[in-house]
């Protein structure tokens, strides 16, 4: 069955880079869409960026895309995100998400367009 695992977090001071990975299995790659969201202490868990699997169609949440990327490796089915310019703000627990519908821009940001989800991976960002 689908797996998304999810690595490359850690402490990092203010101003630092990190990229997180998830690496998916069981996924039928093909019209995927995948995404990362987070939730940081007190809040909800908001939506971070997705990516369409095939064609490449991105989008960001309006709070992380100066200093966040997201991309992906088919080759090793793979989805990074690569945050830059880290902010104390951005500390949270970062998932990975997918699904196998196709890319859509009214539905990525919402946490229930994706049934599979990755463990979580803890981004901490000192000051």
């Known amino acids: 069955q689908v797996q998304l695992v999810e690595s490359g977090g850690g402490l990092v001071q203010a101003g630092g880079s990190l990229r997180l990975s998830c690496a998916a299995s069981?996924?039928?790659?093909?019209?995927?869409?995948m995404a990362w969201f987070r939730q940081a202490p007190g809040k909800e868990r908001e939506f971070v960026a997705a990516?369409?699997?095939?064609?490449?169609?991105?989008s960001y949440a309006d709070s992380v895309k100066v200093h966040f990327a997201i991309f992906r490796d088919n080759a090793k089915n793979t989805v990074y995100l690569q945050i830059n310019s880290l902010k104390p703000e951005d500390t949270a627990v970062y998932y990975c998400?997918?699904?196998?519908?196709?890319?859509?821009?009214?539905?990525?940001?919402?946490?229930?367009?994706?049934?599979?989800w990755g463990q979580g991976t803890q981004v901490t960002v000192s000051s």
């Open positions: 069981g996924l039928a790659f093909s019209g995927s869409t």
């Open positions: 998400a997918a699904t196998s519908k196709f890319y859509n821009d009214a539905y990525v940001q919402t946490s229930a367009y994706f049934p599979y």
């Open positions: 990516i369409s699997w095939s064609g490449g169609r991105t």
